[in-house]
């Protein structure tokens, strides 16, 4: 089972948006996906709760707690992970998961955060052996604007490769909060965001994103 979990040690930057956006995308491909939610707000797993059966199934991970052992059937687990992610619980994520995708928001605090915990990353073993692969997705971005820019160069600065960038568009408040993400909207609805995922979703199909075995 592939494993693939959204970090960054910074709260409110979007990992849960990216999580059950990428969950249903892949979903959708014919994927059998599980979600984990290992966050204390459990956002993913009210999200998860509000899904209906219209859209395609995305597999629960101990709901009421406990070890995250996603089923059986799934053939890919995504986590959604805790802000302040750090340590013992931070090395545990980055020896299960092949694929780590960062979210990161144009705005200094934000990218200030992420220059110190980016290079913490980049130092830790199953990163530097490449055992797991580190994407990283401009989210909440606002085309020609000059923090737009400058989050641009930041984000070049690292080695760590950029897999697409996300705008900020309502359609993702308003899907999550019926338990869809963009994937499942209308096409005269969301083509906007459906042709930005479609850089990530490449990368994801990509040997370029798994980690050594």
Known sequence: MRTIAVI?????CGKSTIAT???????WEGHSVALGD???QQSTNDWLGLRGEDAPEILAVNR???PLRA????????????AGLHGTELGHV???AETI???ILPSPVDMRAAWRWLNHLAELKPVVQKETVVGLIANRVRPHTIIYRELTGFLNEFRFPVIGQLRDSM???RAFERGLAVSDLPPYQAWQDWEEWEPILAWIRSRRSRGKA
């Open 94 to 96: 980055l020896r299960r």
């Open 64 to 66: 009421q707690g406990g």
């Open 21 to 27: 956006s990428l969950a249903a995308a892949l979903a």
């Open 71 to 82: 089923p059986s059937e799934a053939d890919t687990l995504i986590l959604d992970t805790p």
């Open 101 to 103: 995708l960062v979210p």
């Open 8 to 12: 960054n040690a910074k709260g409110g």
């Open 38 to 40: 290992m966050d204390p």
């Open 171 to 173: 359609n993702y408040v």
